[in-house]
């Protein structure tokens, strides 16, 4: 138990020293206005990221669960279509590696047009959609979203500061077909896109990052028994972001 504690000591002092040291983040702040990783180039809003975060670009560190994970496992096997698009950067990562045009939806409407701006920057070949993707017939819902679109949240909430994204079903996507590949930083809504992956018959490969401050225990592991049962394999995690892959039975 004394060295589990030492070590999660240890986790949060790296964190707080490297991914969110307010000290560097002010610093990039002031003096860049965009974030740089292997040539590729991001612009940043300001007024939406908090200055701690900017710590990460400096370091390097952004994403980094999903940038790995990624890193390792895309290649030109994957069409892939990205759930929660953010800046671009993992947007980005997927289409370069994959070398092939990839379908992006962002439900802030905020962060859309910097989203569209750092895939053509970047000379991404892309479908953006400022909606919410659904794989059947659903009630729109609330999401809870602020002046940190990093915090954008799929889930639900009673409070004030909310939007209702208009959905698109996967199947009134005539851009669609190819698609075999699910990337999800959805703050939440994992659960709701792979318990529903048993709809989407030519998914092969799913790339997810698991927010377990937003779910519930059980929520989690229905998580994962729906993607066993749907013949889903774990082939690598990083942190909390997973890939797995569809195996033939």
């Known amino acids: 138990m004394v060295f589990k504690s030492r070590f999660y000591f240890l986790v949060l002092v790296i964190y707080y020293l490297v991914h969110r040291n307010i ?16 040539g590729y180039k991001f612009r940043l809003i300001k007024s939406y990221i908090p200055t701690s975060n900017y710590s990460s670009f400096f370091f390097k560190t952004y994403e980094i669960n999903d940038r790995v994970i990624i890193e390792r496992n895309i290649s030109n096997n994957n069409k892939a279509i990205i759930i929660g698009g953010g800046i671009g950067f993992i947007a980005t990562l997927v289409y370069k590696i994959s070398k092939k045009k990839i379908l992006v939806f962002e439900i802030n409407p905020k962060i859309v047009k910097c989203l569209k701006a750092n895939l053509k920057i970047n000379r991404c070949k892309f479908f953006l959609y400022n909606k919410k993707l659904v794989f059947k017939k659903e009630e729109k819902k609330k999401y809870f979203f602020n002046n940190n679109f ?18 698109i079903n996967i199947k009134n996507i005539k851009k669609f077909k190819g698609f075999n590949t699910l990337v999800i930083d959805a703050e939440g809504d994992e659960l709701e896109y792979i318990k529903n992956i048993s709809l ?3 998914m ?20 994962f028994s729906t993607l066993k049962k749907n013949q889903f394999k774990l082939k690598d995690k990083y942190f909390n972001s997973f890939y797995f892959e569809k195996v033939k039975k």
């Open 23 to 38: 000290l560097v983040g002010w610093l990039y702040k002031k003096f860049f206005d965009h974030f740089f990783y292997k």
């Open 150 to 167: 990093l915090e954008t949240s799929y889930k639900l909430t009673n409070t004030k500061n909310y939007l209702v994204p208009n959905n």
């Open 200 to 202: 989407v018959k030519n």
């Open 204 to 223: 092969k490969y799913i790339f997810f990052e698991l927010h377990y401050n937003l779910l519930t225990n059980s929520q989690i592991l229905k998580i």
